[in-house]
């Protein structure tokens, strides 16, 4: 197990004790290029020996009212029982949001944080990219900040993001 740099202060621990089993979140440290991304899972087990345990990618959207999505859809790939997966999304005009993508975007690889189910264990990993991907990604972006132009950044909460949110998931 490599080292990773990744610090987790007690506030998130506490956090992703709360968390959902095998929805992957992104933790950063603000001021530094610091990134993981976190998942608890019922078993760390299951996941030591599979190569890669888990996949991600990256893809952007923008709605019918003109409101882009950053979707980061995730793969698992336990050793035992079925693969499992789902998406959550990014704000690219979310102060937080858009730091975390601009992070993810510099990195090379990615640390992975399985954690069990009660977060007292945890296995750290390296997920590489391919860079055909990162190229891909990278240019998505590229594309969308183009289209959002200069826009503020906003702290608070987006309502129009949330509604794009739901007109992608049909609702």
Not at 21 to 30: E, K, S
Request: one cysteine or more.
């Amino acid at each position: 197990m490599a080292q990773t740099g990744i610090v987790i202060n007690k506030e998130s621990w506490s956090l992703l004790r709360e968390e959902p089993l095998y929805c992957p979140r992104f933790i950063d440290r603000a001021g530094t290029d610091e990134l993981a991304l976190v998942v608890r899972v019922e078993l760390i087990d299951f996941f030591l020996d599979a190569h890669p345990p888990l996949t991600i990618d990256l893809s952007t959207w923008q709605s019918a009212h003109g409101t882009w999505v950053v979707i980061v859809t995730y793969r698992l790939h336990p050793t035992f029982g079925p693969e499992t997966g789902g998406m959550f999304f990014l704000n690219p005009r979310h102060v937080v949001d858009s730091d975390i993508l601009g992070k993810f975007l510099r990195q090379e690889a990615l640390a992975v944080v399985f954690l069990n189910e009660d977060c007292a264990e945890h296995y750290t990993m390296r997920l590489v990219f391919d860079p055909r991907a990162m190229a891909r990604w990278e240019q998505q972006i590229g594309e969308m900040k183009t289209a959002l132009g200069k826009s503020e950044l906003r702290e608070e909460h987006d309502e129009e993001f949330e509604q794009a949110v739901r007109e992608l998931q049909g609702g």
